[in-house]
């Protein structure tokens, strides 16, 4: 019963390649979210989607597009894959609400190596 | 702009006493949420406890409380009677109420118990 899971764990592939990687949630949330974390530590946010609809865009670089087929799916593509691209990225869930109490569940993180 | 800000790059406790690991915040927004995140080497990010900006008491999850001082703008994470297993990297975030729903986060605080 794994609230959020991601899909692969790792993943380790060349510059220039496409990937994506896959994200599930069954707590019926309505908001996902996609963060990275750097070989510091530093987690930032990328995108946050609710019902489908992109609502959070951090400046990210256009090589990387998120999909939300369904509100309990958020995938992420990348295209031309750099090396900076290495670090380990998050999905996350969350209610929506207007209260800030609202916790974010996050998935085990996939660890993306870039060669 | 918000910010958060965790001083302490790492901390040592001797296993069954309390530790303090501090955090301090900056936003100009009246409503906003203060999170705590606990990862373990394994990676994945386990949610701690929630203060809000308008609650009156310090929150406590079991062995975890908030030392909440909104004058001051922090937020200290107090953990009570240290086991080997609280051994982790510890971030404090912050969500401000809105439609974003992002939460910043500090650069984390490495945590040692040691027996």
Redesign the interface.
């Known amino acids: 019963d794994t609230a959020v899971s991601q899909t692969p764990k790792y993943l380790v592939t060349q510059m220039g390649n496409d990937k994506s990687i896959k994200c599930e949630q069954n707590l019926g949330h309505d908001t996902m979210y996609w963060y990275k974390q750097d070989s510091k530590k530093f987690l930032k946010i990328m995108f946050s989607y609710n019902n489908k609809e992109l609502i959070i865009n951090e400046t990210v670089p256009n090589r990387f597009s998120p999909k939300s087929p369904d509100k309990a799916h958020l995938n992420l593509h990348i295209n031309s894959l750099e090396l900076g691209d290495s670090a380990v990225y998050f999905c996350a869930s969350s209610h929506t609400s207007s209260d800030s109490a609202n916790e974010q569940y996050f998935g085990p993180g996939t660890r993306l190596t870039v060669t | 702009a918000q910010k958060i800000t965790q001083t302490q790059p790492g901390m040592f406790v001797q296993e069954k006493e309390a530790v303090t690991l501090d955090c301090t915040y900056d936003t100009s927004d009246p ?3 203060l ?1 705590w ?1 606990k ?1 373990p080497s394994s ?5 701690l406890i ?1 203060q ?2 308008y609650d009156q008491q310090n929150a406590t999850e079991g062995r975890y409380s908030l030392n909440f001082q909104k004058a001051r703008k922090s937020a200290n994470l107090v953990i009570s009677a240290s086991q080997l297993g609280d051994s982790a ?1 510890y ?1 404090c ?1 912050m ?3 809105g ?7 500090g ?2 605080t490495r945590l040692q118990v040691f027996p």
């Open positions: 409503s906003y949420g999170f995140y990862q990676g994945e990010m386990i949610f929630y809000g900006s990297m971030f975030a969500r401000e109420l439609n974003t729903d992002k939460l910043i986060f650069t984390g």
